[in-house]
Protein backbone atom coordinates (compact mmCIF):
# COMPACT_ATOMS: atom_id res chain seq x y z
CA UNK A 1 0.00 0.00 0.00
CA UNK A 2 1.44 3.50 -0.36
CA UNK A 3 0.97 6.99 1.00
CA UNK A 4 -2.15 8.87 -0.37
CA UNK A 5 -1.39 12.16 0.43
CA UNK A 6 2.43 11.43 -2.03
CA UNK A 7 0.69 10.11 -4.42
CA UNK A 8 -2.29 12.50 -5.01
CA UNK A 9 0.29 15.64 -4.63
CA UNK A 10 3.65 14.19 -5.56
CA UNK A 11 2.33 11.41 -8.17
CA UNK A 12 4.92 9.41 -6.01
CA UNK A 13 5.02 6.16 -4.72
CA UNK A 14 5.77 6.08 -1.02
CA UNK A 15 5.08 2.98 1.03
CA UNK A 16 2.60 3.39 3.73
CA UNK A 17 3.38 2.88 6.87
CA UNK A 18 0.10 3.35 9.02
CA UNK A 19 -3.70 4.15 8.30
CA UNK A 20 -5.24 7.44 9.47
CA UNK A 21 -7.51 6.54 12.11
CA UNK A 22 -10.28 9.42 11.46
CA UNK A 23 -10.35 8.67 8.08
CA UNK A 24 -8.47 5.56 6.86
CA UNK A 25 -5.70 7.25 4.32
CA UNK A 26 -2.29 5.29 4.08
CA UNK A 27 0.47 7.69 4.99
CA UNK A 28 4.46 7.38 5.00
CA UNK A 29 6.50 8.74 8.20
CA UNK A 30 5.91 12.49 6.01
CA UNK A 31 2.95 12.98 5.97
CA UNK A 32 1.81 10.66 9.90
CA UNK A 33 1.01 13.08 12.52
CA UNK A 34 0.99 11.35 16.11
CA UNK A 35 -1.70 12.43 19.09
CA UNK A 36 -3.20 10.81 22.39
CA UNK A 37 -6.95 10.11 22.52
CA UNK A 38 -8.25 11.28 25.39
CA UNK A 39 -11.85 10.44 26.21
CA UNK A 40 -13.93 12.63 29.08
CA UNK A 41 -15.98 10.01 30.95
CA UNK A 42 -18.48 11.66 33.71
CA UNK A 43 -18.46 8.94 36.70
CA UNK A 44 -20.87 11.11 38.72
CA UNK A 45 -22.43 14.39 37.81
CA UNK A 46 -20.49 17.37 37.81
CA UNK A 47 -17.14 15.30 38.39
CA UNK A 48 -15.81 14.68 35.27
CA UNK A 49 -13.04 12.37 34.68
CA UNK A 50 -10.09 12.05 31.53
CA UNK A 51 -9.46 9.18 30.40
CA UNK A 52 -6.16 8.51 27.97
CA UNK A 53 -6.58 6.32 25.67
CA UNK A 54 -3.42 5.77 23.96
CA UNK A 55 -1.87 6.86 20.56
CA UNK A 56 -3.85 7.14 17.67
CA UNK A 57 -2.30 8.18 13.88
CA UNK A 58 -3.75 10.64 11.92
CA UNK A 59 -2.91 11.87 8.13
CA UNK A 60 -2.41 15.66 7.79
CA UNK A 61 -5.54 16.72 6.70
CA UNK A 62 -7.20 14.64 9.44
CA UNK A 63 -4.75 15.78 12.38
CA UNK A 64 -5.62 17.39 15.52
CA UNK A 65 -3.66 20.58 16.43
CA UNK A 66 -2.23 18.50 19.09
CA UNK A 67 -0.02 16.34 16.98
CA UNK A 68 3.69 15.61 16.73
CA UNK A 69 5.61 14.83 13.36
CA UNK A 70 7.27 11.32 12.69
CA UNK A 71 10.86 11.52 12.59
CA UNK A 72 12.06 9.47 10.01
Given amino acids: MN???CATEHQATTPAVTVCSQCGAA???R???VAHA???VEYSPGAP???DLGR???CTT???GT???VVT
Fill in 38 to 40: HEE
Fill in 31 to 33: HTR
Fill in 62 to 64: CAP
Fill in 3 to 5: CFE
Fill in 67 to 69: TTA
Fill in 27 to 29: SCT
Fill in 49 to 51: SET
Fill in 56 to 58: RMF
